[in-house]
């Protein structure tokens, strides 16, 4: 039997097919589009490699459609084949697939957490756990996941910068930022090319408003990230994030056309960034131009292949900016109809969350804030359920902001910008709109207060 560089014995006929796997895994970690590419050349060393063909399934999820699902479940099928009963780590991968191929996302996560209980230098399993457990918005799963196995490992363990990344984003995402951003600095320090603890540091940055070290970070020549896969394109987004809190919105309209989108876009992290900066900058009063259009092509593509619900939040969401309403209906329909769904994460809160929040997002497009109002208040804490990140759900937020001004809800309005204003001191935006609130309410003192900060954080970053 065969053992990996971490010791793991795996079911494997030829250690060169071994050798490629594991290189395919560090292409896959630090976003190299050549991944897939380098995976399929362990199979001309062993064809039945039931964990080469586990992880060809595992790539495949992650294009987040319903399309590749019978090749998935035939990655499944052709590793149980291939594995013997005694293999029950690697069986557990298995288990893990045919989770992720039905769209039931926390039984593949459970399969992830029993692996990681006794096999806790599976990092496969770990990273996997990390960015699927990502879309159910369980922050303190995601860092518990991660703090559950560090303690057994240390910088002797090949792969231990990875285990740093997600450290970091796990403590992020719980409110730890001291202490996630040493762990991602760290991550950094030893692998240059990890995007996800870029992307982690980012998130602390932002979560802190330091935007000027945010920009620092990010703001990089492209040719540096030219062999890696549309992921880049989100930590463009989170670079765009820093300069629009700044104010800076014409950089922000060069990143989104040079960096973010470039062209009509095929792909779902594209949609969910592309909307959510269009969005953005429009509650700031920029006009956006035709760039909707770029986005609502593949959004309407998007109809009867339900995933991810944050996808569909920012699909509905683009259709509905674009006023695209017979399209919107028709998603709608497509909703209601999907959330009938057995076993599926997503179909499990299409019902009570998701169709709301796209509800409410269509009548705010539609200058309707009432209902808006109405569909978006009940959830503003619940809306974690959709998965993503703080950062990107801040978004709705944002959106529903708006949507209390709109509706001179002007108390409702206060206490949203009040809380935003408290976690992000340096919105320039945010103080802006809350100096108006507070006029329109009739308290011109604070008011006046708000406008200062708002100068104060154009110099403060
Ligand atoms: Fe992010």
Known sequence: MLT??????????????????????????????????????????????????IVRGYIMSMLESVVVRPKMLASVEHAR?????????????ADALAGLATGNITAACASWENILADYPHDLLALKM???????????????NTVTGVFDAWDASMPGFSFVLGMMCFGLEECGEYSRAEAFGRRAIDMNGDDLWAIHSVAHVLEMQGRL????????????????????????????????????DYDYVLKIYDERVITSNTEFFLDIQNGASLLKRLELQGVNVGGRWDGLTEYAEKQIGDHVLSFTDLHSCLALAANKQHD????????????????????????????????EGLVAFESGDFDAALARLWPLRDQWSAI???????????????????GAKAYGRAQTLLSQRLTLRPNSV?????????????????????????????????
């Not at 769904?341 to 809160?349: E, G, K, L």
């Open 4 to 53: 990996d560089s971490r010791g793991l014995e795996i079911t494997c006929s030829d250690p060169k097919a071994l050798d490629i796997y594991e290189s395919s895994l560090l292409d896959l970690w630090n976003y190299r589009i050549k991944a897939p590419k380098t995976l399929k050349a362990a199979f001309d060393h062993d064809a039945d490699f039931p964990m080469a063909h």
């Open 387 to 405: 998965g993503g990140s703080h950062a990107q759900r801040d978004l709705f937020t944002q959106i529903l902001i708006d949507a209390a001004i």
């Open 327 to 358: 399209v919107v209906e028709k998603y709608l329909v497509s909703l209601k109809s999907f959330a009938a769904t057995p076993d599926n994460y997503s179909a499990s809160i299409t019902n009570s969350v998701v169709i709301p929040m796209c």
């Open 81 to 93: 084949a291939h594995l013997d009963p005694a293999q029950r780590r690697e069986l557990m991968h």
């Open 129 to 143: 756990h990390h960015h699927v457990n990502f879309w159910t918005g369980r922050n303190y799963v995601i860092r």
């Open 429 to 461: 935006g945010s103080w802006n709109k809350y100096a108006d609130v507070l006029k329109a309410a009739g308290d011109t003192e604070h008011a006046q207060r708000a406008a200062i900060a708002a100068i104060a954080a154009q110099n403060i970053h």
């Open 212 to 247: 000027d070290e945010g920009i620092t970070l990010l703001d990089r020549d492209p040719a540096e990230w030219a062999d890696r896969n549309p992921f880049q394109g989100h930590n463009w987004w989170h670079l765009a994030l820093f300069a629009l809190e700044k104010g």
